[in-house]
T-cell receptor, first 113, second 110 residues
Framework: DTGVSQDPRHKITKRGQNVTFRCDPI?????LYWYRQTLGQGPEFLTY????????KSRLLSDRFSAERPKGSFSTLEIQRTEQGDSAMYLC???????????FGQGTRLTVV | RKEVEQDPGPFNVPEGATVAFNCTYS??????FFWYRQDCRKEPKLLMS???SGNEDGRFTAQLNRASQYISLLIRDSKLSDSATYLC???????????FGAGTRLAVHP
């Protein structure tokens, strides 16, 4: 399967713990996005990369959130000191250079208890 | 003003009906437009791309009105399997990011 993969698919964590999610994009795609989605809402932009460069991070994102794409391939999203409001689906998508077509992974569903 | 605005619905229609959704966008530099379909608790999947005035793919037609900055999606002969949320994405090209609308929910009933 050469699609976008995300790991883990589900994560339950206690409030205050740190969590890290991984995304492996389609290999020839140099653009990688992270989104957060809650029930009844569209995907909310978090950050995106062009190769290893982080081009933008949402102003809505607190300093507890950080993302990396060290070699321009896979990416990680870390949330420190999780809060109940962080409970959501975290979606990763990749796209070819300069295109608006994005291909999504199946997401990581985070539950903070 | 939000970058992308969509009527959240739900649109409840019987099988066989024709239904249309609108999506308005604020960035006049948007060059291409995309409709994604998202089933409940699944990831979004690309449905249609629009690069000029419109696009047609079977029962689905997308039309672009650049002057009024909106794009519409028309679904003819609705099927039960069309029940989903439809997300609109305008794209300005280059290094610009993809911003999704909140989506329009469609429920097709027998």
């Amino acid at each position: 399967d050469t699609g976008v993969s995300q790991d883990p698919r589900h994560k339950i964590t206690k409030r205050g713990q740190n969590v890290t999610f991984r995304c492996d994009p389609i290999s020839e795609h140099n653009r990688l996005y992270w989104y957060r989605q809650t029930l009844g809402q569209g995907p909310e932009f978090l950050t995106y990369f062009q190769n290893e460069a982080q081009l933008e991070k949402s102003r809505l994102l607190s300093d507890r959130f950080s993302a990396e794409r060290p070699k321009g391939s896979f990416s990680t999203l870390e949330i420190q000191r999780t809060e109940q409001g962080d409970s959501a689906m975290y979606l990763c998508a990749s796209s070819p250079p300069g295109q608006g077509k994005a291909f999504f992974g199946q997401g990581t569903r985070l539950t903070v208890v | 003003r939000k970058e992308v605005e969509q009527d959240p619905g739900p649109f409840n229609v019987p099988e066989g009906a024709t239904v249309a959704f609108n999506c308005t966008y604020s960035n006049s530099a948007s060059q291409s437009f995309f409709w994604y379909r998202q089933d409940c608790r699944k990831e979004p999947k690309l449905l249609m791309s629009v690069y000029s005035s419109g696009n047609e793919d079977g029962r689905f037609t997308a039309q672009l009105n650049r002057a009024s900055q909106y794009i519409s999606l028309l679904i003819r002969d609705s099927k039960l399997s069309d029940s989903a949320t439809y997300l609109c994405v305008p794209f300005s090209g280059g290094y610009n990011k993809l911003i999704f609308g909140a989506g329009t929910r469609l429920a097709v009933h027998p």
